[in-house]
């Protein structure tokens, strides 16, 4: 007998990274590294799913920056090139491999496993990534939702609202662009909520959104159900809860299935390993070490320096395990709690960051078929769903507004707000009062003005990206963090003054249309009163 739902949610975002000026950079590693290694085998997955008559629904948010990057002809042409050449490299290391048998049966395995992603891109995807999710969702199987325009952090944009409901349209109109219909639903940017901003959602047609646990446990009335049925806000949006104890099992490469010691290391890679004479062609021009995704050691075991071999099999075995592990705990939990909830069906919310699938936790797309396909025919407990066929299942649930929080350390605002970010929302501040400023001033243009209003427009989307904040809170590539945060607000104020003016520099407007193409169907007026 069914007892109740789970549902997976899969959160895929990257920044806007696009750098023509260059013929090589290596923040653009960040998007080729996600494609080959987590939305190519999601694709796969759900491919053979399909194929194979396997019931399963999905959610997955695929935000703006990342669909505008994916669209992109110049990255996608980029991508195609570095993917050719980790086929050749994948089979010199054949040829390097040979006498040492581990090795040598895991070099062949990544010349299969690159020429499968090669294969994926240009057949099945047709070199468009976004066209394969698509078919997904047209077949019903896959449910893709928005984010925020450029995943701005909504609770720290609050202090000009104009700016976040900006937010919010720009990515619906993002999201028609590349679907060709409106989403029901969004990822609020790190799950970051304040009260009463779902009324931009209701405004944009959006049915729900996801929120972090303590969100619902802490909202304005007591969830009856805690975060096992949604609440709808005032605004008549559902929030989803986070379920913890699920999360956990996935998510933790500490007390998760990620770190188990036969899954591969992550850190040790030939690109590192390797001498530069041989491996120099297939890392950054300027001899900077980056990851190749050949990499030939497992976990071992936490905080050791000696990595032993990686097994496929071996891990392959331990995926399967600990899909049916995390199948077993869902079941016992959905059979126990639908004994508390009155005969009312449990919905276990598991959200995750699409990217812990395959590049952080290489095998993590092999454990979700695994549990997809353990969920469809060894179990009748729980059923696989999209929070909009719970919500066509379910339309009756408690009302409540959800309390401030985020997914970020703390469960609140301090991951990016605190020493090493506080400096830049007094320009982002301004900039989003001068943008609306100027969409008020201008209601009507065209021509000249009207592409520097939009690209005003654009400047100020990239500079809100809560991903330079987030990076250097983490102080890893701070340096470029600072970079784009100050030339997109450098562009901004430019192009605003320039405007007030009445002296707007072509030459310059068409080198930031250049550098900064996301978002071409960009309605300036979003940020008008």
């Given at each position: 007998?069914?007892?109740?739902?789970?549902?997976?949610?899969?959160?895929?975002?990257?920044?806007?990274?696009?750098?023509?000026?260059?013929?090589?950079?290596?923040?653009?590693?960040?998007?080729?590294?996600?494609?080959?290694?987590?939305?190519?085998?999601?694709?796969?997955?759900?491919?053979?799913?399909?194929?194979?008559?396997?019931?399963?629904?999905?959610?997955?948010?695929?935000?703006?920056?990342?669909?505008?990057?994916?669209?992109?002809?110049?990255?996608?042409?980029?991508?195609?090139?570095?993917?050719?050449?980790?086929?050749?490299?994948?089979?010199?290391?054949?040829?390097?491999?040979?006498?040492?048998?581990?090795?040598?049966?895991?070099?062949?395995?990544?010349?299969?496993?690159?020429?499968?992603?090669?294969?994926?891109?240009?057949?099945?995807?047709?070199?468009?990534?976004?066209?394969?999710?698509?078919?997904?969702?047209?077949?019903?199987?896959?449910?893709?939702?928005?984010?925020?325009?450029?995943?701005?952090?909504?609770?720290?944009?609050?202090?000009?609202?104009?700016?976040?409901?900006?937010?919010?349209?720009?990515?619906?109109?993002?999201?028609?662009?590349?679907?060709?219909?409106?989403?029901?639903?969004?990822?609020?940017?790190?799950?970051?909520?304040?009260?009463?901003?779902?009324?931009?959602?209701?405004?944009?047609?959006?049915?729900?959104?996801?929120?972090?646990?303590?969100?619902?446990?802490?909202?304005?009335?007591?969830?009856?159900?805690?975060?096992?049925?949604?609440?709808?806000?005032?605004?008549?949006?559902?929030?989803?809860?986070?379920?913890?104890?699920?999360?956990?099992?996935?998510?933790?490469?500490?007390?998760?299935?990620?770190?188990?010691?036969?899954?591969?290391?992550?850190?040790?890679?030939?690109?590192?390993?390797?001498?530069?004479?041989?491996?120099?062609?297939?890392?950054?021009?300027?001899?900077?070490?980056?990851?190749?995704?050949?990499?030939?050691?497992?976990?071992?075991?936490?905080?050791?320096?000696?990595?032993?071999?990686?097994?496929?099999?071996?891990?392959?075995?331990?995926?399967?395990?600990?899909?049916?592990?995390?199948?077993?705990?869902?079941?016992?939990?959905?059979?126990?709690?639908?004994?508390?909830?009155?005969?009312?069906?449990?919905?276990?919310?598991?959200?995750?960051?699409?990217?812990?699938?395959?590049?952080?936790?290489?095998?993590?797309?092999?454990?979700?078929?695994?549990?997809?396909?353990?969920?469809?025919?060894?179990?009748?407990?729980?059923?696989?769903?999209?929070?909009?066929?719970?919500?066509?299942?379910?339309?009756?649930?408690?009302?409540?507004?959800?309390?401030?929080?985020?997914?970020?350390?703390?469960?609140?605002?301090?991951?990016?707000?605190?020493?090493?970010?506080?400096?830049?929302?007094?320009?982002?501040?301004?900039?989003?009062?001068?943008?609306?400023?100027?969409?008020?001033?201008?209601?009507?243009?065209?021509?000249?003005?009207?592409?520097?209003?939009?690209?005003?427009?654009?400047?100020?989307?990239?500079?809100?990206?809560?991903?330079?904040?987030?990076?250097?809170?983490?102080?890893?590539?701070?340096?470029?963090?600072?970079?784009?945060?100050?030339?997109?607000?450098?562009?901004?104020?430019?192009?605003?003054?320039?405007?007030l003016g009445n002296r707007i520099d072509e030459g310059f407007l068409k080198e930031c249309e250049w550098l900064d193409t996301s978002f071409q169907e960009l309605d300036y007026r979003v940020w008008a009163d």
């Amino acid at each position: 007998m069914e007892k109740g739902y789970i549902s997976l949610v899969l959160h895929a975002h990257l920044p806007f990274v696009r750098h023509p000026e260059h013929a090589e950079f290596m923040e653009e590693d960040w998007l080729f590294e996600a494609i080959g290694e987590t939305y190519l085998p999601l694709i796969g997955m759900m491919d053979r799913l399909v194929r194979d008559g396997v019931p399963f629904a999905i959610t997955m948010s695929l935000t703006p920056p990342l669909c505008e990057m994916l669209a992109d002809p110049l990255l996608m042409q980029r991508y195609d090139r570095r993917l050719r050449k980790l086929v050749e490299l994948a089979g010199k290391e054949i040829q390097r491999t040979r006498g040492h048998d581990d090795f040598h049966r895991m070099a062949l395995f990544y010349k299969e496993r690159f020429e499968e992603e090669l294969r994926l891109f240009e057949d099945v995807c047709g070199r468009n990534v976004l066209s394969a999710f698509r078919r997904f969702q047209d077949q019903g199987v896959l449910e893709i939702i928005t984010c925020g325009a450029t995943h701005g952090f909504f609770p720290l944009m609050q202090v000009n609202e104009k700016a976040v409901r900006a937010q919010v349209r720009a990515a619906v109109a993002n999201y028609k662009k590349h679907f060709g219909r409106g989403p029901r639903g969004i990822w609020l940017p790190e799950c970051g909520y304040y009260p009463d901003v779902d009324r931009f959602l209701k405004e944009e047609g959006i049915q729900f959104f996801l929120v972090e646990t303590h969100g619902i446990l802490h909202a304005s009335t007591r969830p009856k159900y805690g975060v096992f049925a949604p609440l709808f806000t005032p605004s008549g949006v559902a929030a989803f809860g986070r379920d913890v104890e699920s999360s956990r099992q996935v998510w933790s490469a500490e007390q998760g299935y990620p770190g188990d010691p036969d899954y591969r290391d992550f850190y040790r890679d030939i690109g590192f390993d390797l001498d530069e004479s041989y491996i120099g062609p297939y890392i950054h021009p300027d001899g900077i070490r980056i990851h190749t995704g050949i990499k030939y050691h497992r976990i071992t075991g936490k905080r050791v320096e000696h990595k032993e071999p990686y097994r496929r099999d071996w891990a392959m075995e331990k995926a399967a395990s600990h899909a049916g592990d995390f199948l077993f705990n869902r079941t016992k939990q959905v059979e126990h709690l639908y004994g508390l909830m009155d005969g009312r069906k449990p919905l276990v919310v598991a959200p995750y960051d699409a990217e812990l699938f395959g590049h952080w936790w290489y095998e993590g797309p092999e454990f979700l078929e695994f549990f997809i396909r353990k969920a469809a025919y060894d179990q009748d407990v729980l059923r696989l769903v999209t929070p909009i066929q719970y919500l066509d299942e379910n339309p009756v649930c408690q009302r409540a507004t959800p309390a401030l929080s985020s997914w970020g350390a703390g469960g609140y605002n301090e991951f990016w707000l605190e020493g090493s970010n506080a400096w830049v929302y007094r320009h982002l501040h301004q900039a989003a009062d001068r943008m609306c400023e100027l969409a008020d001033r201008f209601p009507h243009a065209d021509g000249v003005l009207e592409r520097a209003l939009k690209q005003c427009g654009r400047e100020l989307l990239l500079a809100q990206s809560s991903d330079w904040a987030f990076i250097m809170r983490t102080d890893t590539t701070v340096p470029y963090a600072v970079k784009r945060t100050r030339n997109h607000i450098m562009r901004f104020t430019r192009l605003y003054e320039e405007i007030l003016g009445n002296r707007i520099d072509e030459g310059f407007l068409k080198e930031c249309e250049w550098l900064d193409t996301s978002f071409q169907e960009l309605d300036y007026r979003v940020w008008a009163d």
